[in-house]
């Protein structure tokens, strides 16, 4: 499990997006996505690009994650081989749990991601913290062959994350590299609470000396 501290100097987009926007999604939802002009900026913490095949398509998966100041951000994108036998229909990000998480799509490039063609249709969330972008409400806005999706982007309260799983579907599924936020394990919180506790032995000793040190000025 890989972990962040917090960035106070987090990099900002130069359009604000207000939070009205937002494409929230609880559990057991499904819901249009937020078209924003550009991605959001941060410090970037990870990103992993995955060459996949099947049958009736090849393509580059990409995915990265970035720490906003106030939680995780999580970006997926894929791009379709002009040689695939298909179209693309579903994207999935796994591992989400309880997390709070608003969707974006952007068609902005940025990082790894490629200017996108192909706009997410709808985004839903299982009870289960598997996320899914759709490509296919009609039969005619998959991610055909040559073309790159719009980037997904899933807006978390997560501070920490850990290795997960990008999965790209039509007739066939596929897996590629991704990620995912995390709980921290039992042993982080006890040495952030350690942490802790030092500075404030620190501050209360610093404390008793400066009282000591003005009583014998005093004196």
């Given at each position: ?167 790209i579907i039509d007739g066939y599924a596929a897996n590629a590299v991704g990620f995912a ?39």
């Amino acid at each position: 499990m890989k972990l962040n501290t917090p960035i106070f100097a987090a990099l900002l987009i130069s359009v604000s997006v207000s939070s009205a926007w937002a494409t929230d999604i609880p559990p057991a939802s499904s819901q249009a996505v937020t078209i924003v002009p550009t991605f959001f900026g941060g410090t970037l913490l990870d990103t992993a690009i995955t060459q996949v095949s099947t049958p009736s398509y090849t393509g580059w998966a990409r995915t990265a994650v970035y720490d906003s100041g106030t939680g995780l951000d999580f970006y997926y994108q894929f791009s379709n081989d002009a040689t695939s036998r298909s179209g693309i229909e579903r994207l999935t990000a796994f591992d989400y749990g309880t997390f709070t998480v608003d969707a974006y799509q952007t068609t902005a490039a940025f990082g790894i991601f490629v200017p996108g063609t192909e706009n997410i249709d709808t985004v839903d969330r299982g009870t289960l913290g598997v996320i899914g972008f759709n490509f296919l409400p009609t039969g005619t806005t998959k991610i055909e062959p040559g073309k790159s999706s719009f980037t997904g982007i899933l807006r978390t309260n997560a501070h920490h994350y850990t290795t997960g799983s990008f999965g790209i579907i039509d007739g066939y599924a596929a897996n590629a590299v991704g990620f995912a936020p995390a709980v921290p394990e039992p042993e982080t919180y006890a040495m952030m609470l350690l942490g802790i506790g030092i500075l404030g032995w620190v501050r209360r000793n610093k404390s008793q000396q400066a009282r000591l040190w003005n009583d014998a000025s005093s004196k």
